[in-house]
């Protein structure tokens, strides 16, 4: 049986990560198991390798392999435009995307009440550092559109009142979206965002 405790010991890990649970775990483990030298060998060796190298950007929060990230050291993206993200998250699908050539600043989350999260809690204070040391024209808040993100755009906003232009993500009826399937609120704001055809 002590055996099968590192392999139920490695089933267990995965069934923390999101979007695994342990039905889900057991069989990736399984199948990792089955292709050793193609995935679980190299696995192991990619996750040590992060593992002792991954670090958040000193300037913006994006995670990175150097104290200031591949983007941050762009020059080319050095355009006056800088995009505010909840979370590296929020800033890999804005990445995925491939439409935003400026560069980010990560929250590390967002003001709530409720978790006792405040200013002082996320990079708010570092944020409006930059904005005068990298002559930022214009912050993009690219917030997720919930009570908390619109809550830290506001606040956001009455901080930088006047310095730069802020703009916001459009929001409202996605492509390929059929309006029964969507919820109020996002019925709501399409109508309040509504342009001339």
Same mark, same amino acid.
């Given at each position: 049986? #002590? /055996?099968? &405790?590192?392999?139920?010991? %490695? *089933?267990?890990?995965? +069934?923390? !990560?999101?979007?695994?649970?342990?039905? #889900? /775990?057991? &069989?990736?483990?399984?199948? %990792? *198991?089955?292709?050793? +030298?193609? !995935?679980?060998?190299?696995?192991?060796?990619?996750?040590?390798?992060?593992?002792?190298?991954?670090?958040?950007?000193?300037?913006?929060?994006?995670?990175?392999?150097?104290?200031?990230?591949?983007?941050?050291?762009?020059?080319?993206?050095?355009?006056?435009?800088?995009?505010?993200?909840?979370?590296?998250?929020?800033?890999?699908?804005?990445?995925?995307?491939?439409?935003?050539?400026?560069?980010?600043?990560?929250?590390?989350?967002?003001?709530?009440?409720?978790?006792?999260?405040?200013?002082?809690?996320?990079?708010?204070?570092?944020?409006?550092?930059?904005?005068?040391?990298?002559?930022?024209?214009?912050?993009?808040?690219?917030?997720?559109?919930?009570?908390?993100?619109?809550?830290?755009?506001?606040?956001?906003?009455?901080?930088?009142?006047?310095?730069?232009?802020?703009?916001?993500?459009?929001?409202?009826?996605?492509?390929?979206?059929?309006?029964?399937?969507?919820?109020?609120?996002?019925?709501?704001?399409?109508?309040?965002?509504?342009?001339?055809?």
């Amino acid at each position: 049986m #002590s /055996a099968n &405790r590192e392999i139920e010991n %490695l *089933i267990e890990l995965m +069934a923390k !990560l999101p979007g695994l649970g342990p039905r #889900s /775990a057991r &069989r990736a483990v399984l199948h %990792l *198991i089955r292709k050793r +030298a193609l !995935l679980l060998i190299p696995l192991a060796d990619a996750m040590q390798e992060v593992a002792a190298t991954a670090r958040e950007c000193l300037n913006c929060g994006n995670i990175a392999t150097a104290d200031i990230c591949d983007i941050c050291q762009d020059d080319r993206r050095a355009t006056g435009e800088l995009c505010v993200v909840e979370d590296v998250a929020d800033l890999w699908a804005m990445e995925r995307a491939g439409v935003f050539k400026g560069r980010y600043h990560v929250l590390g989350g967002t003001l709530s009440a409720l978790d006792a999260v405040g200013p002082e809690d996320l990079r708010i204070p570092r944020l409006i550092d930059r904005i005068a040391a990298e002559q930022i024209t214009e912050v993009i808040l690219a917030l997720n559109a919930t009570v908390e993100g619109q809550t830290t755009a506001h606040y956001i906003a009455d901080q930088l009142d006047g310095q730069v232009r802020l703009t916001s993500l459009a929001q409202g009826v996605p492509i390929g979206g059929e309006l029964d399937y969507l919820d109020d609120g996002t019925i709501g704001a399409a109508l309040r965002a509504r342009r001339e055809i």
